[in-house]
């Protein structure tokens, strides 16, 4: 699944010819209290890292800049107020200038050249962190102001995001065509054959995974060793044992 | 081979550095991003080193700590007095399935340490407590990190003028230039085609290597052969015993210094990691017997491994340059 995160309705308004079945728009609203209840809400407590495994998280929206103007990638991002830096991994030749983004707390008047400004981005990679690669956190900023956020509206900020989001949209596709969730086989019905304890779920497990990596049917092993033929959990141990003396001794 | 870097992260206390001039001088493609510690990009957590392995950054940066630690107990020493290894660079360019470092760090990025100096006095420190085996290749393969930094030829440089340092440059790579020093050791990590091909991703041919062992051996080098790890694979017994057998008509093996012998063995605590970096690969996959905190081949696969290097060996007259580690 994909989760863009944006701050304000009309960015939110300009994206969401994005939704799809695999990709949700969050509204956050502005500032990182908002933003790091937003990813917290969207990745409640239940999910671990493997349940997460191939979601994406991506920041979008708009920031200030001195000097900078365009959609960025951005590869460094700065906490203001915490003195904290944080990374996103840019494994992807997206074809996109990249800039460092620094998170403040309040609108920056006086921006230093070369930098992003925006209010959301540091608590959004923080708390998403907890759960997703540094890999799969993407922030996509684009240039609305240089400080002077009065001369923002939200007419100018639905253009400006809309203008971008065909590039979104390649980005998009490029991030879909990469994720490649690892496949998790169940033994359960080995488990069941050989009594298994939780210890010997362990090494059916790790045979079954070598048997795959070396090219061999690790279930056939299995049933050669006489699995199907076991009563208790002592002889689930011998089958498994047979199996395991097999698999060590291919030469 | 010169690896590219798309990302070279920058600690700011390394800017200075000669060696960081040149490095960003000989990558000015890539995008270099300003840190304050290396840490805060190399220790990330959950990092997805398989995917880094096709994008690796390069991170500068200053060691402020030690740099030169007591080696391993599973290390072979050679029958060496102090033995130790220097924490030059970490991590590799290449990508062995097997490698401890997919196990101890958790990325794919690299790190080199430019502050060359310094390692150079706490080197000379050490020398004032008598002599010293030094590995210098231990974190990261310094061989085929020579494309890229400089450190290969400082180590080389200090041994020079060091003769009570014994240094020891162990690579899977094919490098280009040699010193005759008696106490430099140019190490060379040789597999079966079967085992490159398979787990040591982005490593030269078996072919090309001995090409080097014999291109040093040509230069009055001090040679030593590394058969470690063993791997298991199917039908190792063939695989090794054409091996050795290759090795015998393509090395002249009265001019190596010595060889060492054993099979692939790992922290319990690494091995997860190691999974998780590589999680179809039979090399590490095997599911191991636990000893005092390795994982190992059962002692029968490994006596059988061994078995066949060691016995054609000795068969050949080698007996007296192995050194096993069982």
Known sequence: MIHVFAAIDCEVKALRHLVSDDLEIVLTGIGKVNAAFAVGRTFHSGFTRQDLASDVIINIGTCGSDDLHGLFLVNKITDDAAGKDYYPDILRVTGLPEAPLITVDKVKTDPEPGCLYDMEASAIYLAGSKLISPDRMIFLKMVSDNGDVGRVTEASVNALVESYVPKIKELITMIRDGISPLSVKSNEDLYDLLKASASMKVQIDELMRFAESMGMDGRKLFDEAGASEVTSRAGGKEVTARVRSVLTHLS | ?326
């Open chain 2, 1 to 326: 081979m010169c690896a590219a870097f798309s990302h070279i992260y920058l600690e700011s206390r390394a800017e200075d550095y000669p060696e960081t001039k040149r490095l960003l001088e000989k990558f000015s493609d890539s995008t270099v991003v300003s840190i304050r510690h290396y840490k805060d990009v190399f220790n990330r957590p959950a990092q997805d080193s398989r995917l880094q392995n096709g994008s690796k950054s390069l991170i500068l940066a200053v060691n402020d700590r030690k740099k030169i630690f007591d080696a391993s107990p599973v290390c072979q020493d050679f029958g060496m007095g102090k033995f130790y290894y220097a924490e030059s660079a970490m991590n590799c360019v290449f990508s062995c399935d097997y490698c401890f470092l997919k196990g101890m760090y958790g990325t794919s990025n690299v790190v080199i340490f430019v502050n060359q100096e310094d390692y150079l006095k706490e080197c000379e420190e050490k020398l004032k407590e008598g002599p010293v085996y030094l590995c210098a290749s231990f974190d990261t393969d310094l061989g085929a990190l020579s494309k890229v930094s400089g450190w290969m030829n400082v180590w080389e440089g200090f041994a020079s003028t060091h003769p009570d340092l014994t240094l020891e440059l162990r690579t899977k790579s094919v490098v280009d230039s040699f010193r005759n020093d008696p106490n430099i050791i140019y190490a060379f990590t040789l597999s079966p085609d079967e085992v490159i091909d398979q787990f040591e991703k982005m490593t030269p041919s078996l072919d090309a290597r001995i090409a080097c062992v014999n291109q040093a051996i040509a230069k009055d080098a001090q040679v030593r052969l590394c058969f470690d790890p063993l791997i298991y694979i199917k039908n190792f017994e063939l695989c090794y015993n054409r091996f050795v057998d290759k090795i015998l008509q393509s090395i002249d093996l009265t001019r190596v210094r010595d060889i060492s012998i054993g099979t692939f063995r790992i922290s319990s605590d690494y091995l997860p990691n190691l999974r998780k970096a590589c999680p179809d690969s039979s090399a590490v996959l095997f599911p191991f017997d636990r000893e005092d905190g390795f994982c190992v081949y059962p002692a029968d696969v490994r006596s059988r491994l061994i078995g066949i290097i060691k016995n054609e060996l000795e068969k050949a007259g080698y007996g007296n340059k192995l050194y096993i580690i069982p």
